[in-house]
């Protein structure tokens, strides 16, 4: 009997990693459209000319992957159950030196938040990506606040993912191998996502 159980399927795997190098390569590029003093990181790119395209085309990228994957999960993603508030309540325990299990289904509850917020954030990124491409065509002030809002998004978006490394690698160990072989260790499931285990072991 297998040791694993599925958790991300092949699609799902490659749509997640094809926005996280995305989402690199707007970082890069994006600091050194904000501030002078990376403007160096073009180098990397070819220079700035070829920074900004990389930067235009790898927004495109991560929006199209982004709402993707977010649209494969919409339905785990909105739904909340009594367990996802005391979840929310306790901070999934995380801040607490008393263990407390919690059930919870595919995604616990700060997961699903922080997919509704990244669904929100690429729609936020996307518009406002779109209106600063091409400034003279939608007006001096809607490209000023277009701008104020891409950069609050793109701050959220650096602590939001900094958290997400953090809790599925050190934070919680066994959680990478989802996203790198598409599977965890049943002892994993139930100790994390016990609904979702129940669920797949009743097919």
Not at 90 to 113: A, R
Not at 121 to 150: E, K, N, Y
Request: glycine share 10%.
């Amino acid at each position: 009997m297998s040791r694993y159980v599925e958790r991300f399927n092949v699609v799902e795997r490659v749509l997640h990693w094809t926005l996280v190098v995305a989402f690199f390569i707007l970082v890069f590029t994006g600091l050194g459209l904000y501030a002078r003093t990376f403007f160096g990181y073009f180098d990397f790119f070819g220079g700035p000319q070829q920074g900004i395209l990389f930067h235009k085309w790898a927004g495109v990228v991560f929006f199209t992957s982004s709402l993707l994957l977010a649209l494969s999960h919409l339905k785990e993603l909105f739904t909340f159950d009594q367990d996802d508030v005391l979840w929310l309540k306790k901070l999934g325990g995380y801040l607490s030196k008393e263990h407390e299990d919690i059930p919870q289904g595919k995604f616990n509850c700060g997961q699903k938040l922080f997919g509704i917020f990244s669904l929100v954030g690429t729609l936020v990124m996307g518009i406002t990506g779109i209106i600063i491409w091409d400034p003279a065509a939608f007006g001096r002030g809607l490209t000023q606040f277009s701008l104020m809002l891409h950069a609050l998004f793109f701050t959220l978006f650096m602590m939001g993912v900094v958290v997400h490394i953090y809790l599925t690698t050190l934070g919680n160990p066994g959680t990478i191998s989802s996203m790198l072989y598409g599977h965890v260790t049943k002892t994993w499931a139930k100790a994390h996502a016990v609904k979702w285990y129940r669920k797949v072991q009743k097919g």
